[in-house]
């Protein structure tokens, strides 16, 4: 099994794995693409310092992109769409059009609730503090 993993340790495989984990393959995939079972990947990533980095630096980039992805599609942003019309008197002809996609406000809640989890999570908490001297009347009037 040694000597498996040392084909794995090239600059040329590495660079794979990481491409392979920053296109959004779980790690059965890419220990499947490695010719490997998923434990042996696993325990190649706990013990070798060479594997971990170039998984995590490849789901790194995939998390970045899907971050930058949510945070476009709270604020809403614009795109170009060409499209290809034809007619008699013009032939063909490129279309290019603009369009405004709008914000997503379960994008924003979702961004929000996990940036900002104090301000913006579902339950608030309120504490209720009172002297026991303040519950003496209501003590006296309960007997």
Known sequence: ??????????????????????DGLTLADIAHNMGVCLRTLVNWKEKNDKIRKALDDGKEVADRRVENALYKRALGYMVTEKT????????????TTSKHI??????????????????????????????????????????
Do not use: C, F, H
């Open 1 to 22: 099994m040694a000597g498996m993993i040392d084909k794995w340790l090239t600059e040329d495989a590495l660079l794979l794995i990481t491409g392979w984990a920053r």
């Open 84 to 95: 290809i019309t034809q007619s008699e008197k013009d032939g063909y002809k490129e279309v």
């Open 102 to 143: 709008p914000a997503d406000v379960t994008a924003q809640i979702y961004w929000l609730k996990n940036r900002k989890p104090k301000q913006w999570r579902d339950r608030q908490e309120t504490a209720i503090t009172a002297d026991i001297e303040d519950l003496t009347p209501l003590v006296e009037l309960l007997k």
